[in-house]
């Protein structure tokens, strides 16, 4: 099967295919919340992320085979990505086998890299990939986590992020992420901030269940190493992504100053450079690729078994909010849990607010992805024509 067609167009914000109908019983932490964050320095931004962010809409790409079989992908950023893709990519890829996933990423790699792929470039990477993938897995009837080494476990071990963390026990996670509200230009006042946060979260899910904080490249080196360790007594799991995402040598210094502290980062990594740079110089613990974001399924396997020669784990950004994500976790050995970023509202069942109708979403913390071919998406043309921004 040769490629026929690959088509990039904007869909719906947040990845988020239906509306939810149960009544909320509060508005969900996320509606007001401030979240520290790289603008946090700038009081007219403080606030919320929301307003600084891109408003550019998601991203769906479909790559067609020439006996009509299809595969679905997506990525985000809207119309910069979307005319890599129709523009750029696309056009190239015509004709070329459909099933050579390795060669057609690493041709794209390269198409990307006199404007770099890194960035922009590898979420147009993402889309087509992801898309490859599927198709690939369609035209054998296998699930794409067959295809990449077949399950590592019956169920994928999951943990909530998000601060309505009473919503989250009362799901059945036994782990859970908060997100770090305040950062160095709140002073010093900051740190004490943030453990009465921790602290409080600490006495509602209690000992066994365990903690973990995201400090969304916030911080500098000074105010990471004394948050941690004024954050010593709570027994967090990990605390993740303290800097700036190109602070290399930044992180190997977190690394050196809080020997103790595990360390996550990388979900605005791409490419599996520096991934592999930092397993070369043991400056993280947890790797956290986004499976749309990086480049797709292909370079997370890359990273994958890269850092499993070296002991480190693998835990995608919100991996269990996508199938994609949810067959990289179910096959990988050293991807020993899968994040699910909290979509819902106290009181609205998570099953109301997926990408996908059906989609697998956990169950007392644990996922199973729906089975099918491809990535199991259940959809059919028309319903990712309804999915249209």
Not at 137 to 145: H, I, M, S
Not at 231 to 243: A, F, N, S, T, V
Not at 280 to 290: N, T
Not at 309 to 336: C, D, E, K
Request: with cysteine.
């Amino acid at each position: 099967m040769k490629i026929a067609s690959i088509k990039a167009f904007a869909i719906k914000s947040d990845l988020v295919g239906s509306a939810a109908t149960t009544p909320a019983r509060r508005p969900a932490w996320s509606a007001d919340a401030e979240v520290a964050g790289p603008m946090s320095r700038y009081p007219r931004y403080k606030k919320l992320r929301a307003v600084w962010r891109a408003k550019w809409p998601s991203v769906g790409c479909i790559v067609t085979a020439d006996d009509g079989s299809w595969g679905f992908g997506i990525s985000r950023y809207g119309a910069p990505v979307i005319s890599i893709i129709n523009d750029h990519l696309a056009p190239l890829l015509i004709d070329e086998p459909c099933m050579a996933t390795e060669r057609l990423w690493d041709m794209m790699m390269r198409m990307t890299s006199p404007y770099g792929a890194s960035g922009l470039g590898t979420y147009a990477i993402s889309a087509i990939d992801l898309a490859l993938w599927d198709l690939k897995g369609k035209a054998l009837n296998r699930p794409v986590y067959e295809l990449i080494g077949g399950p590592s476990r019956d169920a994928i071990t999951c943990y909530a992020t998000g601060n309505d963390t009473d919503w989250h026990m009362e799901q059945g996670f036994r782990a859970t992420k908060l997100a770090c509200p305040y950062g160095p230009t709140d002073g010093i006042d900051a740190l004490a901030w943030n453990e009465e946060l921790v602290a409080k979260t600490r006495d509602l899910i209690g000992k066994d269940v365990e903690l973990m904080l995201d400090c969304w490249m916030a911080f500098d080196v000074e105010f990471a190493v004394r948050l941690a360790e004024r954050l010593r007594p709570y027994g967090l799991k990990w605390i993740e992504d303290c800097l700036l995402p190109e602070d290399y040598d930044g992180q190997a210094e977190l690394r050196r100053r809080l020997p103790w502290m595990t360390l996550a980062t990388g979900e605005h990594w791409y490419t599996p450079i520096p991934f592999a740079s930092a397993v070369a110089r043991r400056s993280v613990d947890i790797l956290q690729p986004d499976i749309a974001w990086v480049g797709g399924l292909t370079p997370c396997l890359k990273i994958a078994h890269i850092a499993e020669g070296a002991g480190v784990s693998v835990i995608p950004h919100a991996g269990m909010n996508t199938p994609y994500g949810q067959h990289f976790g179910l096959a990988m050995t050293n991807a020993p849990w899968g994040e699910f970023f909290m979509t819902t509202p106290p009181g609205v069942p998570t099953t109301e607010m997926t990408l996908f109708k059906g989609m697998a979403v956990p169950v007392d913390g644990k996922l199973v992805p729906r089975e099918g071919p491809g990535f199991g998406l259940g959809v059919t043309l028309d319903d990712i024509e309804a999915m249209r921004a």
